[in-house]
């Protein structure tokens, strides 16, 4: 953990500051000059928080989270890498969320945005149980409207790797019944909660009645999420990233997640981009770049 001397040379007045978190984990926040903020947890790379300039939450994050160093936060905006979910050998969904990254730099441009940036390197405990060498690069853009994040992968050894890398993003809402998400018709998907079966989707507006754990190949570069019980829309668009997940675990398995409160299903669900339907192969001294902006719409 980073002691409060060396976080004085990463603060820039009433622009990024880094100060103790939730049980002391060491986190960056960002304030827009519009009243927008962020905040990112040096613990796994983790964005906790995003809201708009009218300070409206538009991050979920659990109220039954943990915020330890050997456990992922349950919210926000996970980094995935370098497998997804359980298929492998690996921690669920990898290594990088419950890893302690570094804060590399802070600035405030001219034209109002404020960034982040952190990083994660290969160590001793990650070649444990994957035998490669990486660094990975987080970058967080906090515009007056927009929040844009960006994950860098880079193969730092001499031997290729598999690997797979995705933003986990939950999103606020005001009731999940009154939620929808678009621009995923006639895209291909596998269904977890049918073993995973492909099909095409065929709904225009993908809404919520039971558990959904969806992998949409290939996706648009452009989703868009409504609220309509708050009145605000979020425009997703990625870019190097293919694919994207719908998930929200529903009643019985909210029940099944003790970071994860029984009833917080009804406001939250995630929309997920990145490299997720199969691993993708880094050449030595190569290396992935992605990125996803954000848009708050309100209406």
Known sequence: MMNEISWEK????????????VNGLAKVVLTHRSGAGAEVYLHGAHVTSWTNSRGEELFFLSRESNFAPDKPIRGGIPVIFPQFGADGPLPMHGFARISAWELAHTEAR????VAATLTLADSPHT????????????????????????????NTGKAAFEYAAALHTYFRVADIRRTAVYGLEGVTSIDDMRGGAREVETRAAIRFAEETDRVYLAAPDALRLEDEGNER?????????????VWNPWIARARRMPDFGDDEYQQMVCVETGNMGCQLELAPRAEWYGETTFRCITK
């Open 10 to 21: 990463f603060a820039i007045p009433g622009a990024a500051a880094v100060m103790p978190g």
């Open 110 to 113: 001219a034209n109002g945005v």
């Open 127 to 154: 070649r444990e149980i994957w035998p490669f060498a990486f660094a990975l690069e987080l970058g967080v853009l906090l515009d007056a409207g927009a929040l844009t994040v960006s994950l860098r992968v880079r």
């Open 233 to 245: 829309a979020i425009a997703i668009a990625k870019r190097g990233m293919s694919d994207a997940v």
